[in-house]
């Protein structure tokens, strides 16, 4: 099984770039090394919707930027579900762009976040295990 090593700060960073966005989707960057996030980056949804997210290319593009000076590369993206469960959805498996990536999810369905990650290869999903350090 794939893992995904994250500190409990940076999750605790995505979670609170949710809340802040409710209702409506928040999305982001992961960066790092293939198997452990080193750092996230927020972005903008362009959608503007409480179902369905677009990353700013902008800001995807100053991720990039700023993941490569810190000797380290995007790794994935995360992005919040308002009203469902911390699982991919059709259109996130349709839009999965890269199956390396770690795709984490924060859902604010209840009244506690849950945050799972996920690989999306050619329409499979598979959940890895998010190991907090």
Do not use: F
Not at 1 to 15: G, H, N, Q, W
Not at 25 to 37: H, K, M, R
Not at 65 to 84: F, K, L
């Amino acid at each position: 099984m794939d893992v995904l090593k994250i500190s409990r700060e940076l999750i605790t960073r995505m979670i609170a770039h949710a809340l802040d966005e409710y209702p409506l989707e928040a999305c982001g960057l992961l960066g790092g090394d293939t198997e452990e996030a080193k750092e996230v980056y927020p972005a903008r949804n362009d959608a503007a919707s409480a179902r369905v997210y677009t990353l700013n290319p902008l800001d995807h593009l100053k991720a990039d930027r700023a993941a490569e000076a810190a000797g380290h590369s995007i790794i994935g993206v995360y992005h919040s579900h308002t009203h469902s469960e911390a699982y991919p959805s059709q259109t996130d498996v349709e839009k999965a762009p890269d199956p390396d990536w770690h795709y984490l999810l924060v859902s604010l369905k209840r009244s506690h976040p849950v945050v799972r990650s996920y690989r999306i290869e050619a329409g499979k999903i598979a959940e890895e295990d998010v190991v907090e350090w």
